[in-house]
């Protein structure tokens, strides 16, 4: 069987791209390919490119990629670029000779403009812009529209803290990243999660601790932090009889001043649990204990199970009304909705618990499949286009525009991003800048050198932290 290195850049394509390098006009010497998302509900927010560049276009391409890639691709039932792979090997060490210049990560950036662009710095190399768009698209698209529709919940958390709490303070923690066991692999999981900490300080995902560290220079700083919490083994375990003392034991394992701890408690009974085992039985323990517990429910429908909860336990424990005139319950309990956690879910928990006169500072949100894996390239419409070649030294605008389908009409020329005399970005073409300087696309690769290399740290705060 034909056995290969999965790092093998050479087979990270598609098939068809095998063949297309003697698929371009002769005299071809530069292609330029842009990266953009057409479309959807999101403001972009970039992310991703970094790793992608640390993790597999700062390793060369060897000879034995080459070989190894050729006997794969010739069975297959391809053509091969033997040659031009040699002579990537031997001219350039097996680094891609390209020019890979981007917006900064974690810049917002509307839908519809350049994100992303990349051109052959060697004319032998025309083909290889193009022959790099499965692996470089992939690389932007996925963490990209994880780090939207992660903002997007950002932006709906924080309208209604401002709305019916009294400060902000803590939506860095107000969504969770429960993800990691839904997601298809363990790379999506580190780009997903990781893409989450962009907004977000809470996660469950230690992959995204070890990603952050690995691709954006996080070192011993810890990026997002996590709180014990019970599974429902660890509840069942006790047997439906034993429920009260498995939730005793949560209070004497994690309780104390100044901590919090989660406890899944709809095994059985969810009204029961909190009507009868925290608001009655253990009542005195929880108020007492020091600490936070955060009751959370798994099941049923999101927005009548959360209100109900809230209802039960300001019966339970009271509530108190802040300076928005919205409840709060006592700081010693909380609710966490983890299940069915979608950007319109969470919106429609969130209208559901303040009509109800509660304030959003009540409840946190875990988002797992909603966030990591209902996601897709069409979620965004993302696309990466050739839209310049040059031809015997002359430059020549490129682009598809297809009758059938008008959305899917794409870029014409070398381009760039600049802001508008309004501030707002605008994608234009390189050859109408005024000011090179005014260029938001910069340099980020070229010819195997990773250019600019920055922290977690610095795309939070650049992407509105």
């Given at each position: 069987?034909?056995?290969?290195n999965l790092n ?9 791209k ?7 006009p002769?005299g ?5 390919s842009y ?6 509900d999101?403001d972009?927010?970039?992310f ?11 390793t060369p391409i ?10 794969l ?16 090997v ?11 210049e981007a917006?900064?990560e ?5 839908v519809s ?25 992939r ?7 994880v780090?939207s529709?992660?903002r997007y919940c ?13 400060n ?5 923690f107000?969504?969770?990243d429960f993800?990691?066991r839904g997601?298809s692999?363990?790379?999506s ?8 900490l962009?907004?977000?300080s809470?996660?469950d995902?230690m992959?995204?601790?070890v ?8 070192g011993?700083?810890?990026p997002?932090f996590s709180?014990?919490a019970?599974e429902?083994?660890?509840m ?12 005793a034991?949560?209070i004497k ?17 969810l009204?029961?649990?909190?009507d ?7 009542k005195?323990?929880?108020?007492n204990m020091g ?6 429910p ?6 009548k ?8 336990l300001?019966?339970k424990?009271?509530t108190t ?6 409840k709060?319950?006592p700081d010693?309990?909380?609710?966490i ?6 950007p ?5 928990i969130i ?5 109800a006169?509660?304030?959003a500072d ?7 499949g ?5 996601v897709?390239?069409?979620t ?6 050739a839209?310049?070649?040059s031809?015997n030294?002359t430059?020549?605008d490129i682009y ?6 008008h959305?899917?009409?794409?870029k014409?020329g070398?381009l ?9 970005l605008?994608t234009?073409k390189?050859?109408n800048?005024k ?8 340099d980020v690769?070229?010819?195997?050198q990773?250019l600019?290399?920055?922290n ?8 509105g932290?």
């Amino acid at each position: 069987m034909y056995t290969s290195n999965l790092n093998n850049l050479i087979l990270n394509s598609d098939s068809y791209k095998t063949s297309h390098w003697v698929q371009y006009p002769a005299g071809s010497e530069y292609m330029s390919s842009y990266v953009e998302a057409r479309g959807g509900d999101y403001d972009v927010v970039f992310f991703g490119l970094q790793a992608f560049i640390k993790e597999y276009l700062s390793t060369p391409i060897t000879h034995q990629d080459i070989d190894e890639a050729e006997i794969l691709i010739h069975a297959h039932g391809l053509t091969f670029n033997r040659d031009g792979w040699e002579r990537l090997v031997d001219k350039h060490g097996g680094y891609m000779p390209l020019r890979i210049e981007a917006v900064p990560e974690g810049t917002i950036v509307p839908v519809s403009n350049v994100v992303c662009q990349v051109i052959n710095t060697d004319p032998e190399f025309y083909w290889l812009p193009s022959y790099i768009e499965t692996s470089l698209l992939r690389a932007i698209w996925y963490p990209s529209t994880v780090a939207s529709v992660s903002r997007y919940c950002k932006g709906i958390i924080r309208a209604a803290l401002e709305k019916s709490a009294d400060n902000t303070d803590s939506l860095p923690f107000r969504l969770h990243d429960f993800g990691a066991r839904g997601a298809s692999s363990l790379e999506s999981v580190s780009l997903g999660s990781l893409a989450h900490l962009v907004n977000f300080s809470g996660t469950d995902s230690m992959t995204a601790l070890v990603a952050a560290s690995r691709w954006y220079q996080m070192g011993n700083d810890m990026p997002a932090f996590s709180i014990p919490a019970a599974e429902h083994s660890t509840m069942t375990a006790w047997g439906r009889e034993g429920e009260t003392d498995a939730f005793a034991n949560m209070i004497k394992q994690f309780g104390g001043e100044g901590k919090a701890f989660s406890v899944v408690s709809d095994s059985y009974d969810l009204w029961h649990a909190i009507d009868n085992i925290w608001g009655d039985t253990l009542k005195e323990d929880v108020k007492n204990m020091g600490g936070t517990l955060v009751i959370r429910p798994d099941s049923g429908e999101p927005t009548k199970v959360v209100r109900e909860a809230l209802e039960r336990l300001t019966v339970k424990f009271g509530t108190t009304l802040n300076s928005k005139g919205y409840k709060v319950l006592p700081d010693y309990v909380r609710i966490i909705q983890g299940d069915g956690i979608g950007p319109q879910s969470l919106s429609k928990i969130i209208d559901v618990v303040m009509k109800a006169g509660f304030s959003a500072d009540n409840i946190t949100f875990g988002m797992g499949g909603g966030l990591l894996q209902q996601v897709n390239r069409d979620t965004m419409s993302w696309a990466m286009k050739a839209s310049a070649i040059s031809i015997n030294g002359t430059w020549k605008d490129i682009y598809k525009d297809p009758v059938t389908s008008h959305s899917k009409r794409s870029k014409k020329g070398r381009l760039a991003l600049i802001k508008d005399s309004n501030g707002q970005l605008q994608t234009i073409k390189a050859d109408n800048l005024k000011d090179k300087k005014n260029n938001l696309l910069r340099d980020v690769y070229v010819d195997g050198q990773l250019l600019i290399d920055e922290n977690l740290t610095t795309i939070r705060e650049r992407a509105g932290w």
